[in-house]
């Protein structure tokens, strides 16, 4: 699976971007998805993810109730909606895929296939 992450970008605090991760490559619909992000100087950590049906969704502390993921199998595009952002929420965002979910979501070695990633920054 080839992953293409996009629609990062410079915005003010209380703001809204969507991020988009394009897939090709496989059956998109076999794999669950995840956003991770890692800011400078820091661990990567786990965001969202999502079931390979998108019925089942799961987010960190950080940005539960801000941050909404969602899926669309016929595109093969997994979305991040992120709202009222924050400037802890600079960071890169990556999208990642997995067969199974063995060990949990935030598990780096889960994961298949990683996207190249895209920058978000929050100004405060």
């Known amino acids: 699976v080839q992953l293409q992450a996009s629609g990062g970008g410079v915005v003010q605090a209380g703001d809204s971007l969507r991020l988009a991760c394009a897939a090709s490559?496989?059956?998109?619909?076999?794999?669950?998805m995840a956003w991770f992000r890692q800011a400078p100087g820091k661990e990567r950590e786990f965001v969202a993810g999502?079931?390979?049906?998108?019925?089942?969704?799961y987010y960190a502390d950080s940005v539960k109730g801000r941050f909404t993921i969602s899926r669309d199998n016929a595109k093969n595009t997994v979305y991040l909606q992120m709202n009222s952002l924050e400037p802890d929420d600079t960071a890169v965002y990556l999208c990642?895929?997995?067969?199974?979910?063995?060990?949990?979501?935030?598990?780096?070695?889960?994961?298949?296939?990683w996207g190249q990633g895209t920058l978000v920054t929050v100004s405060s």
């Open positions: 999502i079931s390979r049906s998108g019925t089942g969704t």
């Open positions: 490559g496989r059956t998109f619909s076999n794999y669950i």
């Open positions: 990642a895929a997995a067969r199974f979910l063995s060990g949990g979501w935030g598990l780096l070695q889960i994961y298949n296939y």
